[in-house]
């Protein structure tokens, strides 16, 4: 039912002509912490995004290879100087399922902030902002640009010197490029609708002038991070943690099972058993361990601090670090060799659980987890990489969960000791049990080489690679369960235990799920785990992958191509002119997709629309094909810089110069969007333009009737 809701507002926003027109759905504002500063003082640079309904503005920091991440320039003064990042207060955060990254963005109000030193007493800042904004109604994404400006004076009256101009008159005073235009007068601002601090909060009055000049008060202006969490905290993040956690409560009772903690379970209850007050004893022992492996996680959470997982999610060193790491500890569970702590400390610590009482039993705690570390470190290590990635709680939730599941057995057995005799003896089934393990870890490393291989574009693990070496490992996985092969320290198999047999079973199966992947198929159930099938050089459904040959004529080099790419082997440009040459040469019409790298919706269209054979048929035979990204980075060579007539800035960048293509040729700047021109007329329309909307037959009949208007029938 939300499908069809979504794609009924969708095509009324259409015929009504919305998707035709600019749109500025987010309007920011900006103001400082302070208003007049004086040299010495640190203060914060408070931005304020308000978005329209049904509209959500992306945050500074999330991962890399999804919507675009919004960024501030600011214009070197020596007036102040930067003091640490940028940073959003707050933001929204989930798993993005189309670019398969974890993005952070703002529903209604947001607040960016930037930390400077106030070098001087007359204080100027100016700049320009980046990002982008995306509808859930009508499935369009906007970037959204702009510039700002902000001046302060020491000792001075805010009405006469914290001078703050709105978007649009920056935009006009660069435009004019007049000095006289970037002043404002004593009447123009007692005209303006002051942003008063009450409480510490900025006023929805306020932030619904944005688009006037405003004036500071002389009170702080922040929004409470305390009414943004509680409005815009997603049920999907504590959906996350709870997950993360019973993750790490199964690890945790999963490492009793290993060789070096399953033979202390009944030799440990025993003992609380002889005890006077042997369950309270065995209650403190429990909470003991978990203490410890919380107090290593909250230590772990402190050093990283709050900036750390989007460091760790995207730069080199962390996830080869992480990478690396996993490799040891799976090569340790395989029987490669022992990680072991240095025995002197081991044996000081136990030393001191002799000491009885109750301090006696949490070193006897200590103690296990120190003996059971070449067991239990690889699995502490596996959470804490995975719990490191998340927000700062994650560690410690993730140890709390790992120490709940490794005390337990130790607890309940002390309250029912006539369980002891039902456990099953130590053995070589343990051993199994670890070198399963040491195959999921060595499965496990390859994501953080792959966060790095497609962050940098090293293209040294591409999609079929991966899934060759998963393939490779979960077969010998299987294998060594059957008995097939064994390793180091394993028992020989004389014959196969049902639930030996049903696990091997398992594994066999996921193996034979991941196999279409090497020919092309989506995986969707492992989506979050392997590299995009963009990286993957053989698609089945596509031959090689390359674009087809649907003209021979058509150029062998192509402007961009070299990281640019069509979906679907459809054969096209990504510069219009270059398109415009090409379809005047073999007479038919062009098909624009104004589209971006960080556009949900737009792929979405090409997995769903495009992929359509009666729509790839028309794509491929009737139009000539040309990309344009509205918010690729690549700088252009300097004689083909222009200055825009929309806002009078300069256009140094690919997808600056697109976006302002769409935005003065078509008075649209969202995406998707579809315009079918004639290359003869100066792109001139032959149909009403087109945005998101996933109903394929009124995609054709779009397609077609373009198609006759140009043919003149």
Known sequence: MKKILFVLIAFLAFVTGVDAQKITPSKWSWALSKPNPAAGETVDIIFTIKSDKTWHHFATD???????????????????????????????????????????????KGEIRQTIKVLKDNLLIEGTHDGQACSDATGQCVPIKGAFKLEAKAGATTDATAKKKSEDELNNEVAKTTEENTKTTTEQEEKTVPITAVTNSVTDTAMETVSAPVSISTDSVTTTSETISATNEPKKEEESILTF?????????????????????????????????????????????IGIYVLFGTIIAATLGQAAPNFIS????????????????????????????????????????DRGGWIGIFFMAFTLALVSFSCTGPFVGTLLGLGASGKFIKPIIGMFGFGLGLASPFVLLALSPSLLKKIPKSGGWMNTIKVF?????????????????????????????????????????????????????????????????MVALTVFSFVVYLFPGMFGAPLKAMSGLLPPIETQDFVLSKGTGEAENQNSDFPKEVKYSSFLKLPHGIQGFFDYKEAAAYAKSVNKPIFIDFTGHGCVNCRKMEAS???????????????????????????????????????????????????DFEITKFNANAQPYYCLVNPNEDAKLLVEPRAFDQDIQKFIAFLDAGKAKFEGK
Not at 247 to 276: D, E, H, N, W
Not at 324 to 341: D, H, K, P, T
Request: hydrophobic share 45%; charged share 20%.
């Open 437 to 501: 393990f040491g195959f999921l870890e060595l499965a496990l490393a390859l994501k953080f080489l792959s966060t790095v291989d497609q962050t940098y574009h090293w293209r040294i693990l591409d999609r079929e690679i991966y899934l060759a070496i998963w393939i490779a490992i979960f077969t010998l996985m299987g294998l060594h369960l059957l008995g097939k092969f064994q390793m180091p320290h394993d028992d020989k198999v004389e014959k196969l235990s049902v639930g030996r047999l």
């Open 62 to 108: 999330f991962d890399e290879g999804g919507p675009i991440i919004t960024t501030v320039k600011f214009k070197p003064n020596d007036s102040y100087e930067l003091v640490g990042k940028l940073k959003s207060i707050n933001p929204i955060r989930k798993k993005d399922e189309i670019f398969e990254v974890n993005v952070a963005y703002f529903e209604g």
């Open 609 to 659: 629309v495009w992929a359509d054979p009666e729509v790839l048929k028309r794509l491929k035979n009737d139009y000539v094909v040309v990309a344009l990204y509205v918010d690729d980075k690549t700088e252009l060579p300097k004689n083909e810089w222009f200055t825009s007539k929309d806002d009078g800035l300069e256009k140094t960048t690919l997808g600056d110069q697109n976006l």
């Open 314 to 353: 995207t730069h080199w060193i962390p996830n080869l670090l992480f990478f690396a790491i996993f490799v040891i500890f799976g090569l340790s569970f395989l029987g490669l060799f022992e990680i072991q702590l240095p025995s002197q400390f081991v044996n000081n610590v136990d030393a001191q659980s």
């Open 245 to 289: 956690f019973l993750i790490a409560l199964g690890v945790g009772l999963a490492t009793c099972l290993t060789p070096c903690v399953y033979p202390l379970i009944p030799m440990t209850v025993s003992f609380f058993i002889k005890q006077k007050n042997g369950v309270g004893k065995a209650f403190l022992y429990g909470a003991s361990i």
